[in-house]
């Protein structure tokens, strides 16, 4: 007996020494098993818990091998091991095949490792692991979705495809995207044209270096012709006796400025898409697959659409494409003799990361057009001062610069009357306003609140073109 006891002894210490060293299955606590108790013992998958009963047992069963594997190191003490996740049963009986106790054995996925290396990653982030089945459930609520997605890329290296998120995002998650398009254009045109006429009874001609042969006859009759496309036009001429001669000089001088802008505004929950139009559609015709002429549409105007998502505290990556267009009147073309109009079009896409309230310049473009032309008669034309009448020259240049500007902002709803409408500061006029004193609108004081000061501005003042 005393051999037994001996032998039984040193069986459960090199069990516990095996155990402590072993990766794959060590003991990592003592569990004592009281008579007629049906608690449930929490063993980790592909780890051991030692488990002795208060008094000795003879037999022992478990009652699922493929979740639990269990062996006896003395007639008080088990060797459970984990093997699959699941919930089975262990049975004690003594010598007389009394039942001592049965004991629920609930084998999970170890998460005591992923617990730690999630601390050391996510120090501060109160997030809860529990296990579920095969699975890990991850619960609580985190900062940013950046940390989320951390957290997550860590569990599924521990369970793959069997994790449960639970967690939330603290924090505002809503973004308003502010975009302005500034364009300017500038443009001049210079031109100077000089066309000579001679006339009498016996001989008629003339040069002309930009109008036709009506023009010359014309000015051949004391006339500004009206045949000539230019602003300005001067007339000089003499005679001799029955022969004519006439100079008509044409000069243009262009000037242009046109001023596009474009302040759309915009927003969206993090991670999910918005899009804004500010203009309408175009039918366009387009051959169809029978032959025959299909209608498609196409948009034009202002739009914007864009994904923000809040990355980490205030820093937010957007993924966005704006453009401004509009039909250009000067340029058509023709497909089964329908005129389809063509767009003029600034557009860009692009993703980019900044911080609430902070504006980035995301494109730009500076364009100089310029254009010298020169026409003149052969060899006349290059004679110094005379040959300025034989010569028509004309100068062109375009200008134009565009910039679009986004600023990001973190937001959250707020209360109904503390927002204002354009319309609240404009009323229809009364009967007596509008037919006795000719006002098409009465104005109202806006109310309180942080955008009234936007209702503040007022209509009464000039509009329109105003020259000084």
Known sequence: MKIHSWIS????????????????????????????????????????????????????????????????????????????PGLTTLTLFDGAGNLLANVRVRVSPDVSEFKERLRQILPSEPIEVRTANDGIVLSGTISSSAKLARALELAERYAPERVSNLM??????????????????????????????????????????????????????????????????????????????????????TKGLARTLAEPNLSALSGQEAEFLAGGQVPIPVPGDDGQIAIEYRDFGVQVLFTPRVVDGDLINLELGTSVSSIDPNSEFTIAGNNVPTFITRSTKTTIEMRDGESFAIAGLIRDDFTDQNSQLPWIGDVPVLGALFRSAEYQRQQSELVVIVTAHLVSPTRGEALALPTDRVQPPSEFDLFINGRTARTTRPGSGAASEVAKQDFGSSYGYVLD
């Open 9 to 84: 002894a040193a069986l459960l210490g090199l069990a516990l020494v095996i155990s402590s060293v072993s990766g794959a299955a060590r003991a990592e606590t003592l569990r004592v098993v009281k008579n007629g108790t049906a608690e449930t013992l929490d063993v980790p998958m592909n780890r051991a818990i030692v488990v002795e009963s208060e008094t000795p047992f003879a037999e022992l069963s478990i009652a699922n091998a493929g979740i639990a594997d269990i062996s006896s190191l003395s007639d008080r003490t088990i060797y459970v091991l984990g093997k699959a």
């Open 168 to 253: 939330s995002v603290g924090g505002v998650q809503q973004v308003m995207l502010k975009v302005r398009f500034a364009e300017m254009n500038r443009s001049v045109a210079k031109s100077l044209t000089a066309s000579l006429g001679f006339g009498g009874s016996d001989v008629t001609g003339g040069i002309n270096t930009l109008n036709n042969a009506g023009a010359l006859a014309n000015a051949l009759n004391n006339n500004i012709p009206f045949q000539q496309t230019n602003t300005g036009a001067i007339l000089f001429g003499f005679g001799a006796g029955s022969t004519q001669v006439r100079l008509l000089l044409e000069a243009l001088e």
